[in-house]
């Protein structure tokens, strides 16, 4: 297959880059838009974001090129790739890591943490922080967002441990309905051996950390820290930071509630809610 100039550019994302190869054997093989769709069962509009890295394509259509184009689970492995890494280049070492890591410990200051948030969620967190992005590029970002779960389905997934403040479960993220599911899916997460929660009460005064960090454990290599700021996150592993962080974490889990408290306490605020929702 011969490519342009502009397509001889490397991609900024997978994405971009399942989005170039899907138009580089469409081309080829004389297609329009609208033909691919038709083979497909897609339309030529969705063909079109799929090509423009605007979507993840769906496994069906990532087959149905395979199929079209006779490129033998090409276009699938592509498509496998392109949702694993479709984040923010910032981001990617945090999710490799992730997924190597045997434990996570997280402080969740304002917002829940990703690993442990529902689609409707983590919808309501990106329109917020993203208000001109369109809904395929925010159903994107959710996509990835949950894919990042299945860390926790693998044989033997890691300890999450989440220490999570008072404000997080008063900031009502997508209306009562939304984040009243959302506690509920915190509940039923916290329901498996693997998963802790705790509460931060406003009680407790001054908290150790004032803003969210997560540390990740190895079982053959140092802990590392993760930290974000408005921009970007970046992975820490100066030992003198890390073991700081870690003092900072064991003074957080100290001043929060026990596992069993937080619960009742994410109970009565979902009881809270249902009378809101119900007067």
Not at 48 to 66: I, N, Q
Not at 86 to 109: C, H, K, M, N
Not at 126 to 143: C, L
């Amino acid at each position: 297959m011969s490519e342009t100039s502009e397509e001889k550019q490397h991609p900024v994302s997978g994405l971009a880059y399942f989005g170039r190869e899907v138009r580089i054997w469409r081309t080829g093989a004389g297609m329009s838009q609208r033909e691919l769709g038709l083979e497909a069962n897609y339309g030529q509009q969705y063909v079109a974001k799929v090509e423009a890295g605007e979507r993840l394509a769906s496994k069906a259509f990532a087959k149905a090129c395979d199929r079209v184009f006779g490129t033998q689970g090409m276009f699938a492995r592509l498509r496998e790739q392109a949702s694993q890494h479709g984040y923010p280049a910032w981001f990617v070492p945090y999710v490799q890591l992730e997924r190597q890591a045997t434990g996570i410990l997280d402080y969740s200051a304002t917002l829940i943490m990703g690993l442990l948030q529902t689609a409707d969620y983590a919808r309501a967190v990106f329109q917020a922080a993203h208000p001109r992005e369109s809904a395929d590029k925010i159903d994107a970002m959710v996509d990835r967002r949950l894919k990042r779960r299945e860390v926790l389905q693998r044989e033997a997934p890691p300890l999450v441990w989440c220490v999570i403040d008072e404000s997080c479960l008063r900031r009502k993220v997508g209306g009562p309905k939304v984040f009243r599911a959302q506690l509920a899916h915190l509940i039923q997460d916290a329901e498996s051996p693997h998963v802790t929660i705790q509460v931060l009460p406003y009680a407790s005064g001054a908290p150790a950390r004032h803003m969210a960090f997560t540390l990740l454990r190895f079982d053959d290599d140092p802990d590392l820290l993760y930290v974000e700021n408005p921009v970007s996150g970046s992975v820490i592993d100066s030992q003198a930071v890390v073991e700081d962080s870690v003092a900072a974490y064991d003074r957080l889990r100290a001043d929060a509630l026990s596992p069993e408290a937080s619960i009742a306490l994410i109970r009565k605020v979902m009881e809270e809610l249902a009378d809101e929702q119900h007067p």
